[in-house]
């Protein structure tokens, strides 16, 4: 799926000019947390996070008076002082996956969409790529998750599809991923069904292995 589908359009922005405290305050009237800044042409150069604004606000040990003459220093303090210049984007054609790796790899909550001319085309944040994600994994549907180890070969996910649909039971969706043991995936299928225990005894009966995915960690294998 691609970024395209599932980032939003309509993005709020401010320009590099506007002092910090009225930045501060489009965030709060629109309960957000990340604000492109951009110039001529609707290009491209920085975001102001929430993040930026408190670091830059003065310290709520201050007294009434030193925080009033903070607060007025700070009229004259731009968003192009405290933003990130030059931020990390993505393009329009990249992938949701492409996404979330970026996201891992630079720690950050959103990133703005530019075209191939840095002109800001939306912004994509860790919300739209959950909302995106229930969607691709049809978990707004009512249903189960199941967890099947199986030996990394051909002809696996078809034993199980065929198991499974022998009990007339539909998919919502199906993940594959690495376990513990070398040669050995898991796989976690999505069932629109609430008799599980039917379909467990079933998958037992035919051989399987079962997983619980309450104990699944992605970054640290559950124990035998």
Known sequence: MFIDKSMVQDVITVDPEMSILAAREIMVQHAIRHLPVVVEGNRLVGILTDR????????????????????????????RQIMTAKPVT??????????????????????????????LKGIISVRDLMRAFINVLGLGTPGVLIGIVVEEKLGQMKKIVDAITELNISFG???????WEEGKRAVFPYLLTSNIA??????????????????????????K
């Open 52 to 79: 930026d604004i408190r670091t830059a606000m003065p310290s709520a040990v201050l007294s009434t008076a030193e925080m009033s003459a903070a607060e007025q220093r700070l009229e004259d303090v731009k968003v």
């Open 90 to 119: 993505i393009s329009p054609s990249q992938t949701l996956e492409d996404a979330l790796l970026l996201m891992e790899r630079h720690k950050v909550g959103a990133f703005p969409v530019v075209d191939e001319n840095g002109r």
């Open 173 to 179: 969706s199906i993940l594959v991923v690495r376990v």
């Open 198 to 223: 039917r379909v467990k005894k079933h998958l037992r009966e035919k051989g399987f292995t079962l997983l619980d995915p309450m104990e699944w960690y992605l970054d640290q294998a559950p124990k």
